[in-house]
């Protein structure tokens, strides 16, 4: 698996390129911090508001989120899972409005997924990004699956961003 974009590191504060696309790591994989109180599920981006923010690696759309509709979408508001076929699956979360993706529409590397926002448990604009072997039952809507049994996205990054 490899997702499409750059990190200059893997802390807070590093910046993220995607393309012309740039914004800032706000918060890593795996940390405790003052807002997350549990390890936290994946890297969060931030860019100025009302980036639109596109699709890290190709694949098919396994599960739509709609905010506060369930545990899911109280935690990650308008959000996505997309299976990249190869065995892993990322889940894109807290997008401004509800996502125009239906399950099993397929979803090309940089196709846009929506604007960035803050819908779910979020305190601010930004993207979090998760990702997981696809037999996690994490992203069988089981939040409580066990952060240590998901990777790290910003490993994973360095694939060509061009489209
Ligand atoms: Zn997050």
Redesign the pocket.
């Known amino acids: 698996m490899q997702l499409a974009g750059a990190a200059t590191a893997n802390e807070i504060g590093a910046a993220f390129t995607f393309g012309a696309l740039e914004g800032v790591i706000t ?1 890593v994989f795996a940390r405790v911090d003052e807002i ?1 109180t549990d390890p ?5 981006l931030a860019f100025p508001e009302g980036t639109p923010f596109p699709c890290l690696a190709a694949g098919t759309v396994v599960l739509v989120g709609v905010d506060g509709q369930d545990n899911w979408g109280r935690i990650f508001g308008n959000s996505c899972i997309i299976d990249h076929g190869d065995g892993t699956r990322a889940n894109y ?1 807290h997008f401004r409005d509800a996502l125009a993706l239906q399950v099993g529409d397929t979803v090309a590397l940089g196709q846009i997924i929506g604007i960035q926002g803050s819908t779910g448990f979020s305190t601010g604009d ?1 993207v ?1 990004i998760s990702l997981a072997k696809s037999d996690n039952p994490w992203f069988s809507k089981d939040v409580d699956g066990g952060v240590s049994r998901l990777l790290d996205p910003v490993e994973f990054l360095g694939g060509d961003a061009r489209q």
């Open positions: 918060a997350h936290h599920s994946g890297f969060d979360g930004h979090h």
